[in-house]
Structure formats: C-alpha cells, structure tokens
C-alpha cells in the first residue's frame, strides 16, 4: 500500500485543485488493515483503465496490490441494487479508519463497472473527485459534464450529486474534508 499512497500524495502536491482542496502530511502512520475483498474488487487488477500521464503509476500501483487492499461496498442492495452493489467497492486509503491514519482528510480509492448509475446522494463532508482512469458523467442540480483521467470536480457540504458510468470502469481517487467527515453518504429520497 505504500507505493499507492506515495502516488496518491505525489498528484495531491502536483494538481493545483487538489492541492487547494488539502495538503497532507508525508508522514502518515500505517494502520496494517486487514486486506478484503468486495464482489467487485477481484476485478480490478485485471482492468484497463484509461489513464493519463499524470495518473498511470497509480493505476499501475492500485492493480498491482490490489490483494492488498481493505475493500468494502457499503450500500445495500435495497439503497442501489443488486448490479450496483455488486460492481462498485473501494478502500480508504488516507482516514481515520483508513490504511494510513490521518484525522482531517479521508482518500478513498473508488471503482465502478461500466454502465452503472449512481443516483442522487449527498453527504455533510466537502468533497473532490479526481479521476483516475476511464470517464463518466457527473451531475449536480447545476450542471452536467463528463469527467476524464486527470480532471476534478468539487461538491459542496450536503450538494446532492450523481454520477453515470459510461462504455468504460472508472477509478477515481475521492477526498473528503470538514464536518461529517466519520459519516457515509446517503441517497437522496
Ligand atoms: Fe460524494
């Protein structure tokens, strides 16, 4: 897990929006998780992803330790259905309860099989997405664009927002800052 959260650090130092977004400490305490798999997670390191110049080493490292990796999917079918349920996962890899501890600021490394449709949600904490590899089409009550490797895209404390896998799996790298930073995020009603 180390390699991942060096990348992890290096794009948080070098991309201008997550820079502003946090700035971490390189010095963070391993937590030694447990390794688990999802129904999804198993997929992962045989994937290709499409990347950029800036985020193909940490696709690299993700799949290469992707065993490694404490996954968890923590939707009920009942919220998402079962497809859903079944081919998304991630992992916390910076928080509190995450590989490497760090109190203020959660990284969650995100998977999502093609064509899948996350509905409207929100959550208390602030909240970026940097993508990783392949595309979607993200949504909040103001805009919609599709997002690609390398590009970000912020959502306010509580702003609802869904995203749309299109013909490719996506990965994404997500940081959470703020209150609410020990809560999930809840589907809208
Ligand atoms: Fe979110």
Not at 24 to 35: F, G, H, T
Not at 155 to 172: D, F, G, R
């Amino acid at each position: 897990m180390d390699s991942i959260l060096r990348y992890a650090l290096l794009l948080c130092n070098n991309n201008l929006e997550l820079n502003n977004f946090c700035q971490l400490s390189k010095n963070l305490k391993n937590n030694n998780l447990e390794p688990t798999n999802t129904s999804a997670s198993s997929v992962v390191s045989n994937l290709d992803f499409k990347g950029s110049i800036e985020t193909f080493p940490i696709i690299e490292a993700i799949k290469k330790n992707a065993s490694e990796a404490n996954w968890c999917q923590t939707y009920s079918i009942s919220e998402v259905g079962e497809d859903f349920a079944n081919r998304h996962c991630y992992f916390e890899l910076i928080g509190p309860n995450g590989h490497f501890y760090n109190e203020a600021i959660r990284g969650f490394v995100c998977y999502w099989g093609e064509y899948l449709n996350y509905n409207w949600h929100s959550h208390e904490a602030e909240e970026i997405y940097y993508i990783l590899g392949g595309k979607a089409l993200f949504k909040t009550k103001t805009m919609t664009k599709v997002l690609k490797a390398n590009e970000t895209q912020f959502h306010k404390s509580w702003e609802s927002h869904a995203m749309e896998t299109l013909e490719e799996p996506l990965l994404a790298f997500i940081l959470w800052r703020g209150k609410g930073l020990d809560q999930l995020a809840k589907m809208d009603n």
